[in-house]
C-alpha cells in the first residue's frame, strides 16, 4: 500500500515552535499544535486532533498504524494509513549497545535515543517523513537535557517532518514542548489523570473543587487540552510563546 505524505505549511513559528496548517492549503482542515487520539479517546474536532494511532502487539517487535482522521495527504481525495515497525527500544542508559533493529516506516519513522545514535538509515533518507515519533521520550524526560537533546537532533534532521513524543504531554507543558520542537500531544496522561481522580490543567494537576462542581472525567480533561492547544496555537501566531513556557 502506498503510503501519502500529509499536507503540511508553516502558517507562523517562533524558535523551535511551528504552527502547521493540515491538508490543502487553500482550505487547511487541522493545524499543529495537535492531538493525536488513542481508540478509547474521546471524539474531537479535526481541527484539533488530526491523526488518530493505534498499536499492535500481534507481533515482535510492535506495529504502530497512524491514520489522518480526514482528507488531509495529497491530492487530498481520501484517508490514509500509515504503518511503522517500533524496533528494539533499548534504555537510555544503554546508549553505547546497539540493539540492532531500529524503528522503521515511511510516513511514520518511530526513533529512539539508540536509534539516534546507531541507525546510519536515518542519515540517507531521501524524504522527510510526515511524522517522527520519539518512542522513548517518557524515559528521555526523566534524565536532564536528554530530551532536548533528542529533539534538536530530530528536528535539525527532519525540519519539515511533524514530531510526536508519545506519553509526556499535557496541559501544563503544551507551551514548553511547543517551544522545544514537538507538534504533536496525546491524552495519555489526561488518562491517567483521571483514573486518579484529579483535574490535568495549565497549572498542573489538582483535585476537583466540587463548590463550583469541576469533573474530573476525560470531558472536563480534553476542555482542558483544548484551551492549552489554542493557547499555544495564538502565542505562535502573536510571538508571544516564550510567556507562556
Same mark, same amino acid.
Given at each position: 500500500m502506498i503510503e501519502r505524505p500529509i499536507g503540511r505549511d508553516v502558517v507562523a513559528r517562533q524558535r523551535f515552535a511551528r504552527l502547521f496548517s493540515l491538508g490543502d492549503r487553500r482550505a487547511p482542515l487541522s493545524w499543529s499544535p495537535g492531538l493525536v487520539l488513542g481508540p478509547d479517546d474521546p471524539e474531537l474536532p +479535526?481541527?484539533?486532533?488530526?491523526?488518530?494511532? #493505534?498499536?499492535s502487539y500481534d507481533s515482535i517487535p510492535a506495529t504502530i498504524t497512524i491514520c489522518p482522521r480526514d482528507n488531509l495527504c495529497y491530492p487530498?481525495?481520501?484517508?490514509?494509513?500509515? +504503518?511503522?515497525?517500533? /524496533?528494539?527500544v533499548l534504555p537510555p542508559s544503554l546508549v553505547a549497545s546497539d540493539s540492532g533493529m531500529f524503528g522503521s516506516g515511511l510516513e511514520a519513522v518511530p526513533v529512539s535515543w539508540n536509534s539516534l545514535h546507531h541507525d546510519d538509515s536515518l542519515a540517507v533518507l531521501d524524504s522527510? %517523513?510526515? +511524522?517522527?515519533?520519539?518512542?522513548?521520550? %517518557?524515559?528521555?524526560?526523566?534524565? %536532564? /537535557?536528554?530530551?532536548?537533546?533528542?529533539?534538536? #537532533?530530530?528536528?535539525t534532521r527532519f525540519p519539515s517532518s511533524l514530531i510526536w513524543a508519545p506519553g509526556i504531554s499535557g496541559p501544563d507543558n503544551c507551551a514548553l514542548l511547543t517551544w522545544m520542537g514537538v507538534d504533536l500531544f496525546d491524552l495519555a496522561r489526561l488518562r491517567h489523570a483521571s483514573s486518579l481522580g484529579v483535574l490535568l490543567t495549565g497549572s498542573g494537576p489538582r483535585k476537583v473543587e466540587e463548590t463550583v462542581n469541576e469533573d474530573f472525567g476525560m470531558e472536563a480533561q480534553c476542555t482542558t487540552w483544548v484551551q492549552a492547544i489554542s493557547? #499555544?496555537?495564538a502565542a505562535i501566531r502573536e510571538g508571544t510563546l516564550r510567556e507562556l513556557v
Open positions: +479535526v481541527s484539533v486532533a488530526p491523526l488518530r494511532s #493505534t498499536r487530498f481525495d481520501s484517508e490514509d494509513k500509515w +504503518v511503522a515497525q517500533e /524496533g528494539l522527510e %517523513p510526515s +511524522v517522527i515519533i520519539l518512542i522513548d521520550a %517518557p524515559q528521555l524526560a526523566q534524565r %536532564p /537535557g536528554m530530551l532536548a537533546e533528542a529533539l534538536l #537532533t530530530v528536528r493557547s #499555544t496555537r
